[in-house]
């Protein structure tokens, strides 16, 4: 597979953008990765990433029940108690990381599961390789830290969201060198890496990606 859907928990996530990514999945024209609680709103993605162990004890019981992916976290620990895949994290602000057994941490799960799509794309046969991008707000849309309820007390709630957008420029160039485009489908966004129209993008060549 060459096209991978990265999905978020921004507030601009809608459920016609959920509807187009889901039947493009379904059609064999992408792949889709979700972070945190996007698996709600995408129960058959391929793989679900969460970092925070918190996460996972919250959540563990619902993800258990209702969804069939593969389920993967940084946190070594948390991959064994529950038995999730493991991908390790240098912690890393900047770029990605070319290492396979790595990605870096970039303060968050949005931008890692980015690390991650690129090394399954690196497995996928020569050709145009593609990571579009949904939900990725990286602000506070309409005074929204998601498109879910927020998390309980004592979690962030996207806290730090302003620093995160600008470490998305130094990811595009390191994924450009690699020819891999990073296209930006979210309806709201801080970002300033190049935009798309998710149908579009998805729909493009019509044929398996």
């Excluded at 059609?27 to 918190?54: F, I, K, S, T």
């Excluded at 290492?99 to 497995?123: K, S, W, Y």
């Excluded at 145009?128 to 830290?145: C, K, N, P, S, V």
Aim: aromatic share 8%; proline share 5%.
């Amino acid at each position: 597979m060459r096209t991978i859907a990265c999905v978020a928990c921004g507030p601009s996530l809608s459920a016609a953008q959920v509807a187009m990514i889901e039947a493009a999945r379904a059609a064999g024209r992408c792949h889709v990765l979700v972070v945190n609680r996007a698996w709600e709103y995408l129960p058959r993605a391929d793989v679900l990433y969460a970092a925070d162990p918190r996460w996972w004890e919250r959540y563990w019981p619902a993800v258990q029940a209702g969804f069939a992916g593969e389920c993967w976290t940084c946190k070594a620990e948390t991959a064994r108690e529950f038995d999730l895949c493991h991908i390790r994290s240098t912690g890393r602000k900047g770029g990605i990381s070319r290492d396979p057994t790595l990605i870096h941490e970039n303060c968050n799960g949005g931008a890692q599961i980015v690390n991650l799509a690129r090394h399954f794309l690196m497995q996928a046969p020569a050709g145009e390789r593609r990571i579009l991008l949904a939900g990725y707000d990286m602000q506070h849309t309409g005074g929204r830290a998601h498109c879910h309820d927020d998390y309980p007390d004592g979690w962030s709630n996207a806290a730090g969201v302003k620093a995160w957008a600008p470490l998305f420029n130094a990811i595009h160039a390191d994924l450009r060198a690699e020819g891999i485009s990073l296209i930006n489908c979210t309806l709201e966004t801080a970002l300033t890496i190049p935009r798309g129209d998710l149908a579009t993008e998805l729909e493009r060549g019509c044929v398996p990606a």
